[in-house]
């Protein structure tokens, strides 16, 4: 199972932005979808945004036109640009890849919009 991990969260205020990022111990993007997920306290984890191996992307509802999801040539980092920050968007972002049968999920990174 590869190993995935997040970076770049942190604590910004509302309007500002933020980029995460997703490695992987392998090039498995060349082969599942990339996605990010959040889950904020009290709530469940909900999709945010996913990039195809083909590098077709879509988004939730509530971050489209402030979030854009890319990844690496070498298919082995992926980023989630965030712009005008929310505070709304306070959760716990995770990386997801693989088939449905065995996900790999990252450990999460904290994401705090508040002023």
């Known amino acids: 199972q590869v190993h995935l991990v997040e970076s770049g969260g942190g604590q910004v205020e509302p309007g500002g932005s933020l980029t995460l990022s997703c490695s992987a111990s392998t090039d498995i993007f060349n082969f599942y979808n990339m996605n990010w997920y959040r889950q904020a306290p009290g709530h469940q984890r909900e999709f945010v945004a996913t990039?195809?191996?083909?590098?077709?992307?879509n988004y939730a509802d509530s971050v489209k036109g402030r979030f854009a999801i890319s990844r690496d040539a070498g298919a082995k980092i992926g980023y989630l640009q965030m712009n005008d920050l929310k505070p709304e968007d306070t959760a716990i972002y995770y990386c997801?890849?693989?088939?449905?049968?065995?996900?790999?999920w990252g450990q999460g990174t904290q994401v705090t919009v508040s002023s």
């Open positions: 997801n890849t693989g088939s449905s049968g065995s996900p790999s």
């Open positions: 990039i195809s191996r083909r590098g077709i992307t």
